[in-house]
């Protein structure tokens, strides 16, 4: 196995305006020299292997799409160093660019105008794709996904759905070594994303492509990522299995419930009853952080239920957003 | 994997077939685009007539060589309405970060972003151009010889580099500044003064059409070599490299602008 992507210590730093406040201060800004630099990437290093699926999460803002960025070459790194698939991304930009697809969730690349089929045919021609590599790929699609009707419709007449599953198609197409996914399941229903995540998993495991994904969404992370980098700050927070990863936080579960009782002091009462858990209130429901290998979320539902009448209850799986937060609070390894 | 000039005309002629297809399919409004280009066209003459219905010359230019200024700048102004109109949107991708969408592709960046508009209005502006041309050619009774017809064609190609040129640089203004509309919008306005002798404006402004905001190049200087081959400027021998340097500067502009921008936050 070899490398396809290293980063060794990556920063970068942008040079923000210290803004004022009001019009004064706005006029202030017209004139003024004071910069401040904040790091948006604080030392990041990692190495990717050719054919892995590596998931890249953080919180909004936490630097994610930077590093995108500078993998991709259309930014700099203020220092450290980069190489994808064997070149320095910034500085061989458009060579680069034939090895690697991008897909950024909602901004489509394909010509706006042309039905698909035109689309694909224009990017054969860019990327010099032989004749018999493009009728393999287009064949290859039709096994797993229904293409057909798609072919023949401008992009611009699509939905979201169809959109971004063109949009993944057409990375794909020229069979680069990496393809960087940016939220490509945000806004879309449950069948398209299960749709989008079994087609991302068979062309990786066809072409042994691999796969760069930053994500919100848990279900695409479970369905596609044997490892996962998260970020918060800039800063790597964990780099490795999700196996490793699930063992720290996979028990956990939050229930959800909404008793007769004013919310605040229900609250209250629960929160004297299981010392042990952690209990917070919202306008609508209480929430109970449940690890389901100290005690089963039934039994804790129904102890609750002898002492309160619970009127509507739910429970969610820990969300990508709260395992970050635990690892941020709590840390790992 | 080389790629030259070959296989980018290949590229832009199957973008260019595309688009064309596209927008017949939009019926009324490219009938009603090519009216417009049409009525347009036709106004600016109406108003170059009734001038001239109230002058017998200007500054020593009859009817005819003034009209042949009129088509010739008709004719090198259709490449940057035709080519170029992607220009007039670059700054909505650069504001709304779809701008990034171009940086993917292992092709010029530049090429790839003009060649996704060809605005067909521009060909009714091309046969107008030619037609009146033509015309003026005929009754001024200029030789018809080989030799002109290619010095006319490279002085036309050479010209409509320059309204290219201020084109690009201004709308690549849009890397750096919020609101380059009326950049762009300001230096489209002098391409109206390109259709009349420089010698009617003041030495200011002379000097100014000529080195600042060279649209004396676009109908002018190069005209001259076909209307007055006796008493050429060298001005006019040089059209066809300043439109070139033009040419290549804006390049340079747009370029190192694109190269630079790294999109917004997403």
Redesign the interface.
């Known amino acids: 196995m070899s490398n396809v992507i290293e980063l060794k210590n990556v920063i970068k730093e942008f040079k923000v305006l210290n803004r004022h406040e009001g019009l004064k201060g706005s006029i202030k800004d017209l004139f003024s020299r004071d910069y401040k630099t904040v790091r948006a990437v604080d030392g990041i290093s990692m190495t990717i292997e050719q054919g892995e699926i590596v998931g890249y999460l953080g919180p909004n803002g936490a630097g994610k799409s930077t590093t995108i960025k500078m993998m991709t070459g259309v930014l700099e790194p203020t220092s450290g160093g980069i190489t994808v698939g064997g070149v320095v991304p910034c500085r061989s930009r458009t060579k680069l660019a034939q090895e690697i697809g991008v897909v950024f969730g909602q901004r489509s690349q394909l010509w706006w105008a042309l039905p698909l089929i035109e689309s694909f045919r224009l990017l054969k021609d860019i990327y010099q794709i032989p004749d018999a590599e493009y009728d393999e790929m287009l064949r290859f699609y039709q096994s797993l996904v229904d293409i057909e009707p798609l072919l023949h419709k401008p992009v611009r007449q699509m939905s979201l759905g169809q959109r971004t599953l063109s949009d993944i198609l057409a990375a794909f197409l020229h069979n680069p070594k990496i393809v960087f996914l940016d939220e490509p399941t945000i806004g879309l229903d449950v069948s398209m994303k299960a749709k989008i995540r079994t087609l991302i998993h068979a062309l990786n495991q066809e072409k042994h492509t691999t796969v760069i994904l930053t994500t919100h969404d848990m279900g695409d992370v479970d369905a596609l990522c044997r490892r996962i980098v998260i970020i918060d700050k800039g800063k790597m927070l964990y780099d490795n299995d999700i196996e490793h990863l699930k063992g720290f936080f996979g028990s956990y579960r939050t229930l959800k419930i909404r008793p007769e009782e004013a919310l605040s002091q229900a609250a209250e009462a629960i929160a004297k009853e299981l010392p042990d858990f952690r209990v917070s209130a919202d306008e609508e429901w209480i929430s109970i952080l449940v690890d389901e290998e100290k005690q089963k979320v039934l039994d804790v539902l129904g102890q609750l239920q002898h002492t309160h009448v619970i009127r509507d209850m739910q429970l969610e799986e820990i969300s990508t957003e709260e395992v970050i937060k635990k690892i941020y609070e709590e840390g790992v390894q | 994997?080389k790629?030259g000039l070959g296989f980018y005309l290949?590229?832009y002629a199957?973008?260019l077939v595309?688009?064309i297809k596209?927008?017949m399919s939009y019926r009324a409004d490219f009938i009603i685009s090519t009216l417009g280009m049409i009525c347009t066209n036709i106004a600016g003459f109406v108003s170059f007539w009734i001038v001239f219905q109230n002058f017998p010359s200007v500054d020593g230019w009859s009817y005819y060589e003034m009209l042949f200024l009129y088509g010739f700048s008709l004719v090198s102004l259709t490449p940057v309405q035709c080519l170029f109109d992607n220009n007039w949107s670059l700054r909505m991708y650069v504001y709304s970060?779809?701008f990034?969408?171009y940086?993917?592709?292992?092709?010029?960046?530049f090429f790839y972003y003009q060649s996704?508009v060809f605005d067909i209005k521009g060909l009714g502006q091309l046969a107008f151009g030619i037609g009146t041309l033509v015309y003026a050619w005929a009754k001024l009774g200029l030789p018809v010889t080989a030799l002109m017809i290619v010095k006319m064609i490279v002085f036309l190609i050479t010209a409509s580099l320059i309204m290219i040129a201020l084109q690009n640089a201004a709308a690549a203004t849009c890397f750096w500044i919020q609101n380059s509309f009326y950049v762009l919008d300001f230096v489209f306005r002098f391409k109206d003064y390109a259709k009349y002798p420089i010698t009617i404006f003041s030495p200011v402004f002379r000097f100014i059409f000529t080195f600042l905001m060279p649209i004396a190049f676009i109908a002018y200087y190069p005209s001259l070599v076909i209307l007055h081959p006796d008493e050429v400027p060298l001005l006019s021998w040089l059209s066809p490299v300043v439109g070139l340097v033009f040419f290549f500067l804006s390049y340079k502009i747009w370029m190192y602008g694109a190269?630079k921008?790294?999109?917004t936050?997403?």
């Open positions: 994997m790629r290949r590229i199957r973008i595309q688009d596209s927008k970060g779809d990034i969408k940086c993917f592709r292992p092709i010029n960046l996704e190269m921008y790294s999109g936050g997403s």
